[in-house]
C-alpha cells in the first residue's frame, strides 16, 4: 500500500480557475484527465515527485453524479465551497481490503480527451461521504499512472488532518501511517476546519519553496 493522490474539489464554472490558480503556485502544469462516466464528475491531475499526484476534480450535471458515492461526494463538497476532500492510497491486492470491508470493490474508469481510459477499482468511498479523515483505496488495472502525465517538479511534505481520534476508526491505521514514504501528517483539532473532521490544508514543496494549499 503506498499514498497515491490526494483530491480537492471545486465546482464545474470554477474548475478551469481554480486549476490556473493551484498550477501556478505549484509550479506544476496540470493536465485533462477527461470524464469519470460512471461517477458524473471529470478532473484535471498534476503530476507530483515520488509517483504521487494531485487532483482537481468537479461535478457534472449527470445522472450518476446524485447516483454514486463518489458522485455525492464531490458534488456534496461543491456545494459546501469546495476544497481538499480525501487521500487515496493504492494497493496491489485490493481483495485483502475488500475482505474488511465485507464487499468487492468498485470498477472506475476515466476517459482521457485523446480517447484513451484509465481503469482502477476502488472500495471505501462511501465511508468518507461522513467520515472525510479517512482515506478510500484504489488498485490500478492499467499500466498508465497520473504521476506521469507531465513533468513532476514539487513533492507533497505533510498533510494536515483535523481528526482528534487520529484515525483510530480506520481498520488500516496501522498499513496508512507505514505507506507514507515519508510524507508526516500533523493532526489538527476540528474548529481549524469548520468543526468537521478532514484534510484541513496540504503542504508541497514546490521550485519556489514549500507551498500551503487550504
Not at 505507506?179 to 519556489?208: F, K, M
Amino acid at each position: 500500500m503506498r499514498l497515491d493522490h490526494v483530491s480537492y474539489v471545486t465546482s464545474h464554472d470554477q474548475l478551469a480557475d481554480t486549476v490556473q490558480r493551484l498550477g501556478s503556485r505549484l509550479g506544476t502544469t496540470f493536465v485533462d484527465g477527461g470524464i469519470h462516466p460512471r461517477f458524473g464528475t471529470r478532473n484535471f491531475t498534476a503530476p507530483l515527485l515520488d509517483g504521487k499526484y494531485l487532483e482537481v476534480v468537479c461535478p457534472l450535471d449527470h445522472p450518476a453524479t446524485e447516483q454514486t458515492p463518489w458522485g455525492k461526494a464531490v458534488s456534496k463538497k461543491a456545494q459546501e465551497g469546495g476544497g481538499w476532500l480525501t487521500w487515496v492510497f493504492s494497493t496491489e491486492d485490493i481483495s485483502v481490503i475488500e475482505d474488511k470491508f465485507g464487499r468487492k470493490a468498485v470498477d472506475g474508469h476515466r476517459t482521457r480527451p485523446d480517447g484513451t481510459d484509465l481503469k482502477w477499482k476502488q472500495i471505501g468511498v462511501k465511508e468518507i461521504e461522513e467520515s472525510r479523515e479517512l482515506p478510500f483505496f484504489i488498485q490500478w488495472l492499467t499500466e498508465d499512472h497520473p504521476s506521469k502525465d507531465g513533468n513532476a517538479v514539487a513533492r507533497i511534505e505533510k498533510i494536515v488532518i483535523a481528526d482528534k481520534d487520529e484515525l483510530s476508526d480506520s481498520w488500516f491505521k496501522n498499513e496508512i501511517m507505514g505507506a507514507l514514504a515519508g510524507v508526516s501528517i500533523e493532526w489538527a483539532d476540528t474548529e481549524s476546519n469548520d468543526g468537521d473532521n478532514g484534510i484541513v490544508g496540504i503542504e508541497i514543496q514546490s521550485p519556489s519553496g514549500l507551498v500551503r494549499i487550504d
